[in-house]
Nanobody, 124 residues
Framework: QVQLVESGGGLVQSGGSLRLSCAAS????????MGWFRQAPGKERQFVAV????????YYADSVKGRFTISRDNSKNTVYLQMNSLKPEDTAVYYC?????????????????WGQGTQVTVSS
């Protein structure tokens, strides 16, 4: 069992940056593949980025590639999402998710644990 708590969301102007954090409980954080997803009002939750537990491989949605970076600090049980060059269409609630020994899945159903989400609003 792992609990996830996101932070770092807020209001930013178009072109600005934010860094989201997701703190995980437990002592086996390094064995979890970590993902970030987002959900805009009236839309389905969608994949943003994932970082695998074993090789550290990263995958990104095409819409954020080159602007967002996922990383982790296992000593702090934390995964980050650095978001640069933000656009109004990035506005959403951002969720982190975890899957023990998981592959680098882009699918929501592949993840066992979810945080409560943090709101990111990008003004034009």
């Amino acid at each position: 069992q792992v609990q996830l708590v996101e932070s770092g969301g807020g209001l930013v102007q178009s072109g600005g940056s934010l860094r989201l954090s997701c703190a995980a409980s437990g002592r086996t954080f390094s064995t979890y593949t970590m993902g970030w997803f987002r959900q805009a009002p009236g839309k389905e939750r969608q994949f943003v980025a994932v970082l695998t537990w074993s090789s550290g491989t990263t995958y990104y949605a095409d819409s954020v590639k080159g602007r967002f970076t996922i990383s982790r600090d296992n000593s702090k049980n934390t995964v980050y999402l650095q978001m640069n060059s933000l656009k109004p269409e990035d506005t959403a609630v951002y969720y982190c998710a975890a899957k023990k020994y998981g592959l680098g899945s882009l699918e929501i159903y592949a993840y066992d644990y979810w945080g409560q989400g943090t709101q990111v609003t990008v003004s034009s």
